[in-house]
């Protein structure tokens, strides 16, 4: 007698295979191969907390125009808003993982004639009736109903995980993006704010500068006036 076990191997194959995928592993960046022996130390929590540098220079001027600047930029205002789309669409693809319920509820009601439907089939009758037995104008109904479903999509393929993977990946390069909009909003703000007072500056000391010559140019003339010196 023979025995054939195809059926159960090829269902051990199918149990073996499933959450497969067949994308490749991401490649994880291989260690220095020499690490110094000590390391300065951090206060650092893993929360991307950058150092407002600025204010040591206690210019409360300063200090205004950047806390304006990072709230009225607009590319930071579209920054932020790509950083919660891209959060909102990594929560999405990592759903499809888990199981879902879905819960539904419903209430309707109908009223109708009691001569016609269901009124007719019971013989109603409509208004008043010499006939023995109960009168009924309408029938009124009230129909409640709840729903309860269960679903789970075997993620044969690996499509969801990669799904969930290139949405987080993607999450990961908006807020790049924003703390590179924020630090260039800074260095834009800063930079124009210390060219203005530079320019401002100058243009102080070249009226000292003009002060300077043009009390220079009234010494020479009084004292040409007295005869202490040339026209030259």
């Not at 208004?127 to 269960?150: E, H, V």
């Not at 590179?180 to 704010?193: C, K, Q």
């Not at 102080?204 to 030259?232: C, H, K, N, Q, W």
């Amino acid at each position: 007698m023979k025995y054939f076990r195809t059926p159960r191997v090829g269902a051990l194959a199918l149990l073996a295979s499933v959450g497969c995928s067949f994308a490749p592993d991401p490649e994880l960046p291989q260690p220095v191969a020499a690490l110094p022996e000590t390391f300065v130390e951090s206060e650092a929590t893993g929360v991307y907390a950058p150092l407002e540098w600025w204010r040591d220079f206690e210019n409360p001027t300063l200090d205004a125009l950047i806390d304006s600047a990072l709230v009225s930029n607009l590319d930071l205002v579209e920054a932020v808003a790509r950083v919660e789309e891209a959060r909102a669409q990594s929560g999405i693809a990592w759903a499809d993982l888990f199981p879902q319920i879905q819960a539904g509820a419903d209430v309707s009601k109908t009223s109708q004639p009691a001569n016609t439907g269901i009124g007719g089939a019971l013989g109603g009758q409509v208004g008043d009736s010499a006939q023995a037995g109960p009168s009924f104008d309408r029938f009124a109904f009230t129909t409640y109903s709840a729903s309860l479903g269960f679903s789970w999509e075997l993620d044969f393929w690996g499509r969801a995980r990669n799904d969930g993977r290139a949405a987080a990946a993607e999450l990961m390069a908006s807020r790049a993006d924003l703390h590179a909009a924020r630090l260039g909003v800074l260095s834009e703000t800063i930079s124009t704010y210390f060219q203005i007072a530079d320019l401002r500056e100058r243009v102080g000391l070249t009226r000292e500068t003009v002060d300077v010559l043009e009390e220079r140019e009234a010494l020479t003339e009084t004292r040409y006036y007295r005869g202490l010196v040339s026209s030259l």
